[in-house]
């Protein structure tokens, strides 16, 4: 989700993602999620990219989508304060997303004494570079764990494989699902359900899908019946 | 009138707009003296037991939602909101729930198995009952909760096996509880909301 500077009538703008850099412009808010909502969605993250203050234009529009959503809504990109957060609940939003900010332990703690660890996803965006170094380089594993007293899932993202539809980072999902006590949620590369249905295998608990979505043209119903036939068990009632 | 109660925290909010994007009424109720008009009162989820518990209590809800189900006034508890009408939670031991359901509610645990139960899952109906008309036997919903009810024959409608059964959907006389969350389970969540209306 990016802020339009060039628009006034439609001032937020869907996008998908390369390395986390805007790469294209999927179209307005409010349909696209509609479309993916009658789609059978699981949830919905929101993540605002201007990654300064949360504005009252964006808290609007959280509010404007809470009111037609039936799916769980998860928002972030900008949460620095118990306010920030209050905000984004007070609007309907169900879990928020803490990224940068995840090592702000008094932060985290208001959070969860307030709304209750299911309501924190924590996220750790890391990118190829950093796996070179090893992964108690750029992130200590013992710091994980301060991170499952207080999230209700763990959110990860190999930044250098987002957008790319090259395929999810498996070896970091094994470490991972190896050391989380929380749900597991992965993203960033997904370009097949096969990949997808990787994912499953090696221990996530959820997957994130963007520009696989939106340049293919895979509904999720059909996504979630070809998962069953490879043996990962997802509801395709409803 | 539909009445949710705004407990701090919880998610009165989306139960309202789900209400309202159904073209149902209801209101948003912070006063304790408003349940005196409710003919039907949510209690919604998200948050802690021993916080709801001190809210209801020191706003002055406990008396008059006693009362309301006295008079026969329908209730429905999600997800925490399922679980304060029992009569304790490990979240919280020296708290009490409302005690309309005789049943403690423990924590998930599991080593095998991640907490919270976050996400959708099955559910499997075992008792007909105006709240699950509609539905099939097995249906979907989502679910996000470190703790849960037990299952009681008493008042089991439905259960999900999540390492063991948990509680489901309760019912006791005009008392029902669910510990999924109707409000963001789409269609079935949509269906539950509509069969609680008509109830």
């Known amino acids: 989700m ?26 307005e808010p409010f349909s696209q999620i509609k479309i993916q909502e009658s789609n059978l969605i699981d949830e919905l993250m929101l993540v605002h990219r201007n990654r300064g203050k949360f504005d009252a234009l964006f808290l609007e529009l959280v509010l404007e989508i809470s009111k037609f959503l039936s799916t769980p809504l998860t928002v972030g990109g900008a949460v620095a304060s118990i306010n920030d957060a209050k905000s984004l609940f007070d609007r309907g ?9 995840r090592d702000r332990q008094s932060l985290l703690s208001q959070i969860v004494d307030e709304y209750g660890k299911q309501s924190l996803v924590i996220s750790v ?57 929380v749900p597991l949620v992965v993203g960033s590369g997904a370009g097949s ?12 608990d959820a997957v994130t899908l963007g520009t696989f979505l939106s340049q293919t043209d895979q509904s999720i119903k059909q996504i979630r019946s070809h998962l069953n036939s490879l043996g990962i068990h997802i509801r395709i009632d409803n | ?74 209730i429905l508890g999600i997800c925490l909101g399922m679980q304060i009408l029992a009569n304790t939670s490990e979240e919280a031991p020296t708290r009490k ?24 899952d099955e559910i ?18 989502y679910f996000s909760h470190s703790y849960y009810l037990p299952v009681s024959s008493k008042y089991r409608l439905a259960e999900i096996r999540y390492g063991t059964a948990m509680s489901a959907i309760i019912a006791h006389k005009n008392i029902v509880g669910m510990q999924f969350h109707p409000e963001r389970s789409q269609k079935n969540g949509r269906k539950t909301l509509v069969n609680f209306a008509n109830w």
């Not at chain 1, 190999?158 to 395929?167: A, E, K, T, V, W």
Request: proline share 3%; net charge negative.
């Open chain 1, 193 to 204: 359900t096969s990949q997808i249905a990787e994912c499953f295998k090696k221990g996530a």
């Open chain 1, 93 to 101: 939003a169900d879990k928020i997303v803490i990224g940068r900010n």
């Open chain 2, 1 to 74: 009138m539909i009445d949710i109660i705004n407990s701090p925290s919880s998610n009165a909010l989306a139960v309202y707009y789900a209400y309202q994007d159904l073209g149902i009424n209801c209101r948003i109720i912070s006063e304790a003296s408003e349940i005196s008009k409710s003919t039907k009162i949510i209690i919604p989820g998200v948050g802690s037991f021993g916080s709801l518990s001190q809210y209801l209590e020191f706003s002055g809800f406990i008396t008059p939602i006693k009362n309301a189900v006295d008079n026969n006034v329908k």
């Open chain 1, 2 to 27: 990016e802020r339009s500077t060039t628009n006034s009538e439609s001032t937020f703008r869907a996008i998908t993602t390369r390395n986390f850099l805007p790469f294209r412009i999927i179209g």
């Open chain 1, 125 to 181: 965006d890391y990118q190829s570079d950093d796996l070179l170094r090893g992964i108690d380089d750029f992130i200590r594993v013992e710091s994980l764990k301060g991170y499952f007293n207080f999230a209700g899932e763990l959110s990860i993202n190999n930044i250098s494989l987002d957008g790319s539809r090259q395929g999810v980072d498996l070896k970091l999902i094994n470490f991972f699902s190896n050391v989380t006590d």
């Open chain 2, 97 to 120: 729930g409302l005690g309309f359901i005789d049943l403690d509610c423990v924590k998930i645990e599991n080593s095998d198995l991640r907490v919270p139960h976050t996400g959708w």
């Open chain 2, 124 to 141: 499997y109906i075992s008792t007909q009952h105006p709240i699950t008309e509609g539905l099939s036997s097995i249906f979907s919903a």
